[in-house]
């Protein structure tokens, strides 16, 4: 089945500075790749997504790219926020035609000093 | 629009008692997949149900069964509970199940279960 790795485990950066969290994973029938932001006691919110047609996808501070070949994605968070802090999570998900779940990595705990 | 919602929000119970677990699609969802995160982990994927049936299942024991109503609505049975029970369970909604459609998941705040 997939297996979904991801680094690192824990982050801290500077307000202001960029934050890249990498993932890797096994399936190369897989085809879509969402990240996931969860705040202490909260539900984990889909930030954004890419699917394998694209190389990269953004939205305002946030980036997502993707290598198909060498079944590799990362985030990037730009002028990152105080409100940045979460742990987030890369997931992938499977061909519908095969088995197809979402595997999440153990996610990247990000923190925002001032 | 109403987004996932799920009931309880924490739940106490001892060992081999057995739990019911509910939750509610975001609105022209007709997909409920349901997850398990314990502490520092990522969701871990229990199952998925679409048209009342379960469409993939994950490493879970058969302990682990749900349900999917015709409204959508969803429940997650787990019998004999272990003290490796506990954990927060999350269920996710989305459109098409499987087969096509939009794999896009979003998740209700979860239900805290603690098992002693």
């Known amino acids: 089945g997939e297996n979904v790795e991801q680094h690192p485990s824990t982050l801290s950066v500077q307000e202001g500075d960029s934050a890249v969290i990498k993932c890797t994973y096994s399936d190369s029938a897989s085809n879509y790749f969402p990240w996931y932001k969860q705040e202490l006691g909260k539900r984990p919110q889909l930030i954004i997504d890419?699917?394998?047609?694209?190389g990269e996808k953004k939205d305002q501070r946030i980036a997502v790219t993707l290598n198909k070949t060498a079944k590799h994605f990362s985030l990037h968070i730009t002028e990152t926020q105080p409100e940045d802090s979460a742990v987030y999570f890369c997931a992938a998900y499977g061909d519908p035609g095969t088995a197809s779940k979402l595997t999440f990595g153990t996610g990247t705990r990000l923190q925002v000093t001032l | 629009d109403a987004g996932v919602t799920q009931s309880p929000t924490h739940l106490i119970k001892t060992r081999g008692q057995q739990v019911t677990l509910r939750c509610s699609p975001k609105s022209g969802h007709d997909t409920v997949s349901w997850y398990q995160q314990a502490l520092g982990q990522g969701p871990q994927f229990i199952f998925q149900?679409?048209?009342?049936?379960?469409?993939q299942r994950g490493n879970f024991p058969d302990r682990f069964s749900g349900h999917q109503f015709p409204n959508y609505s969803s429940e997650l049975n787990v019998n004999a509970l272990l003290l490796g029970d506990s954990a927060l369970y999350l269920c996710a909604s989305s459109l098409g199940g499987l087969a096509g459609g939009q794999d896009t998941q979003y998740f209700g705040p979860g239900t805290r279960l603690t098992v002693l």
């Open positions: 149900y679409y048209e009342e049936e379960e469409r």
């Open positions: 890419i699917r394998s047609n694209v």
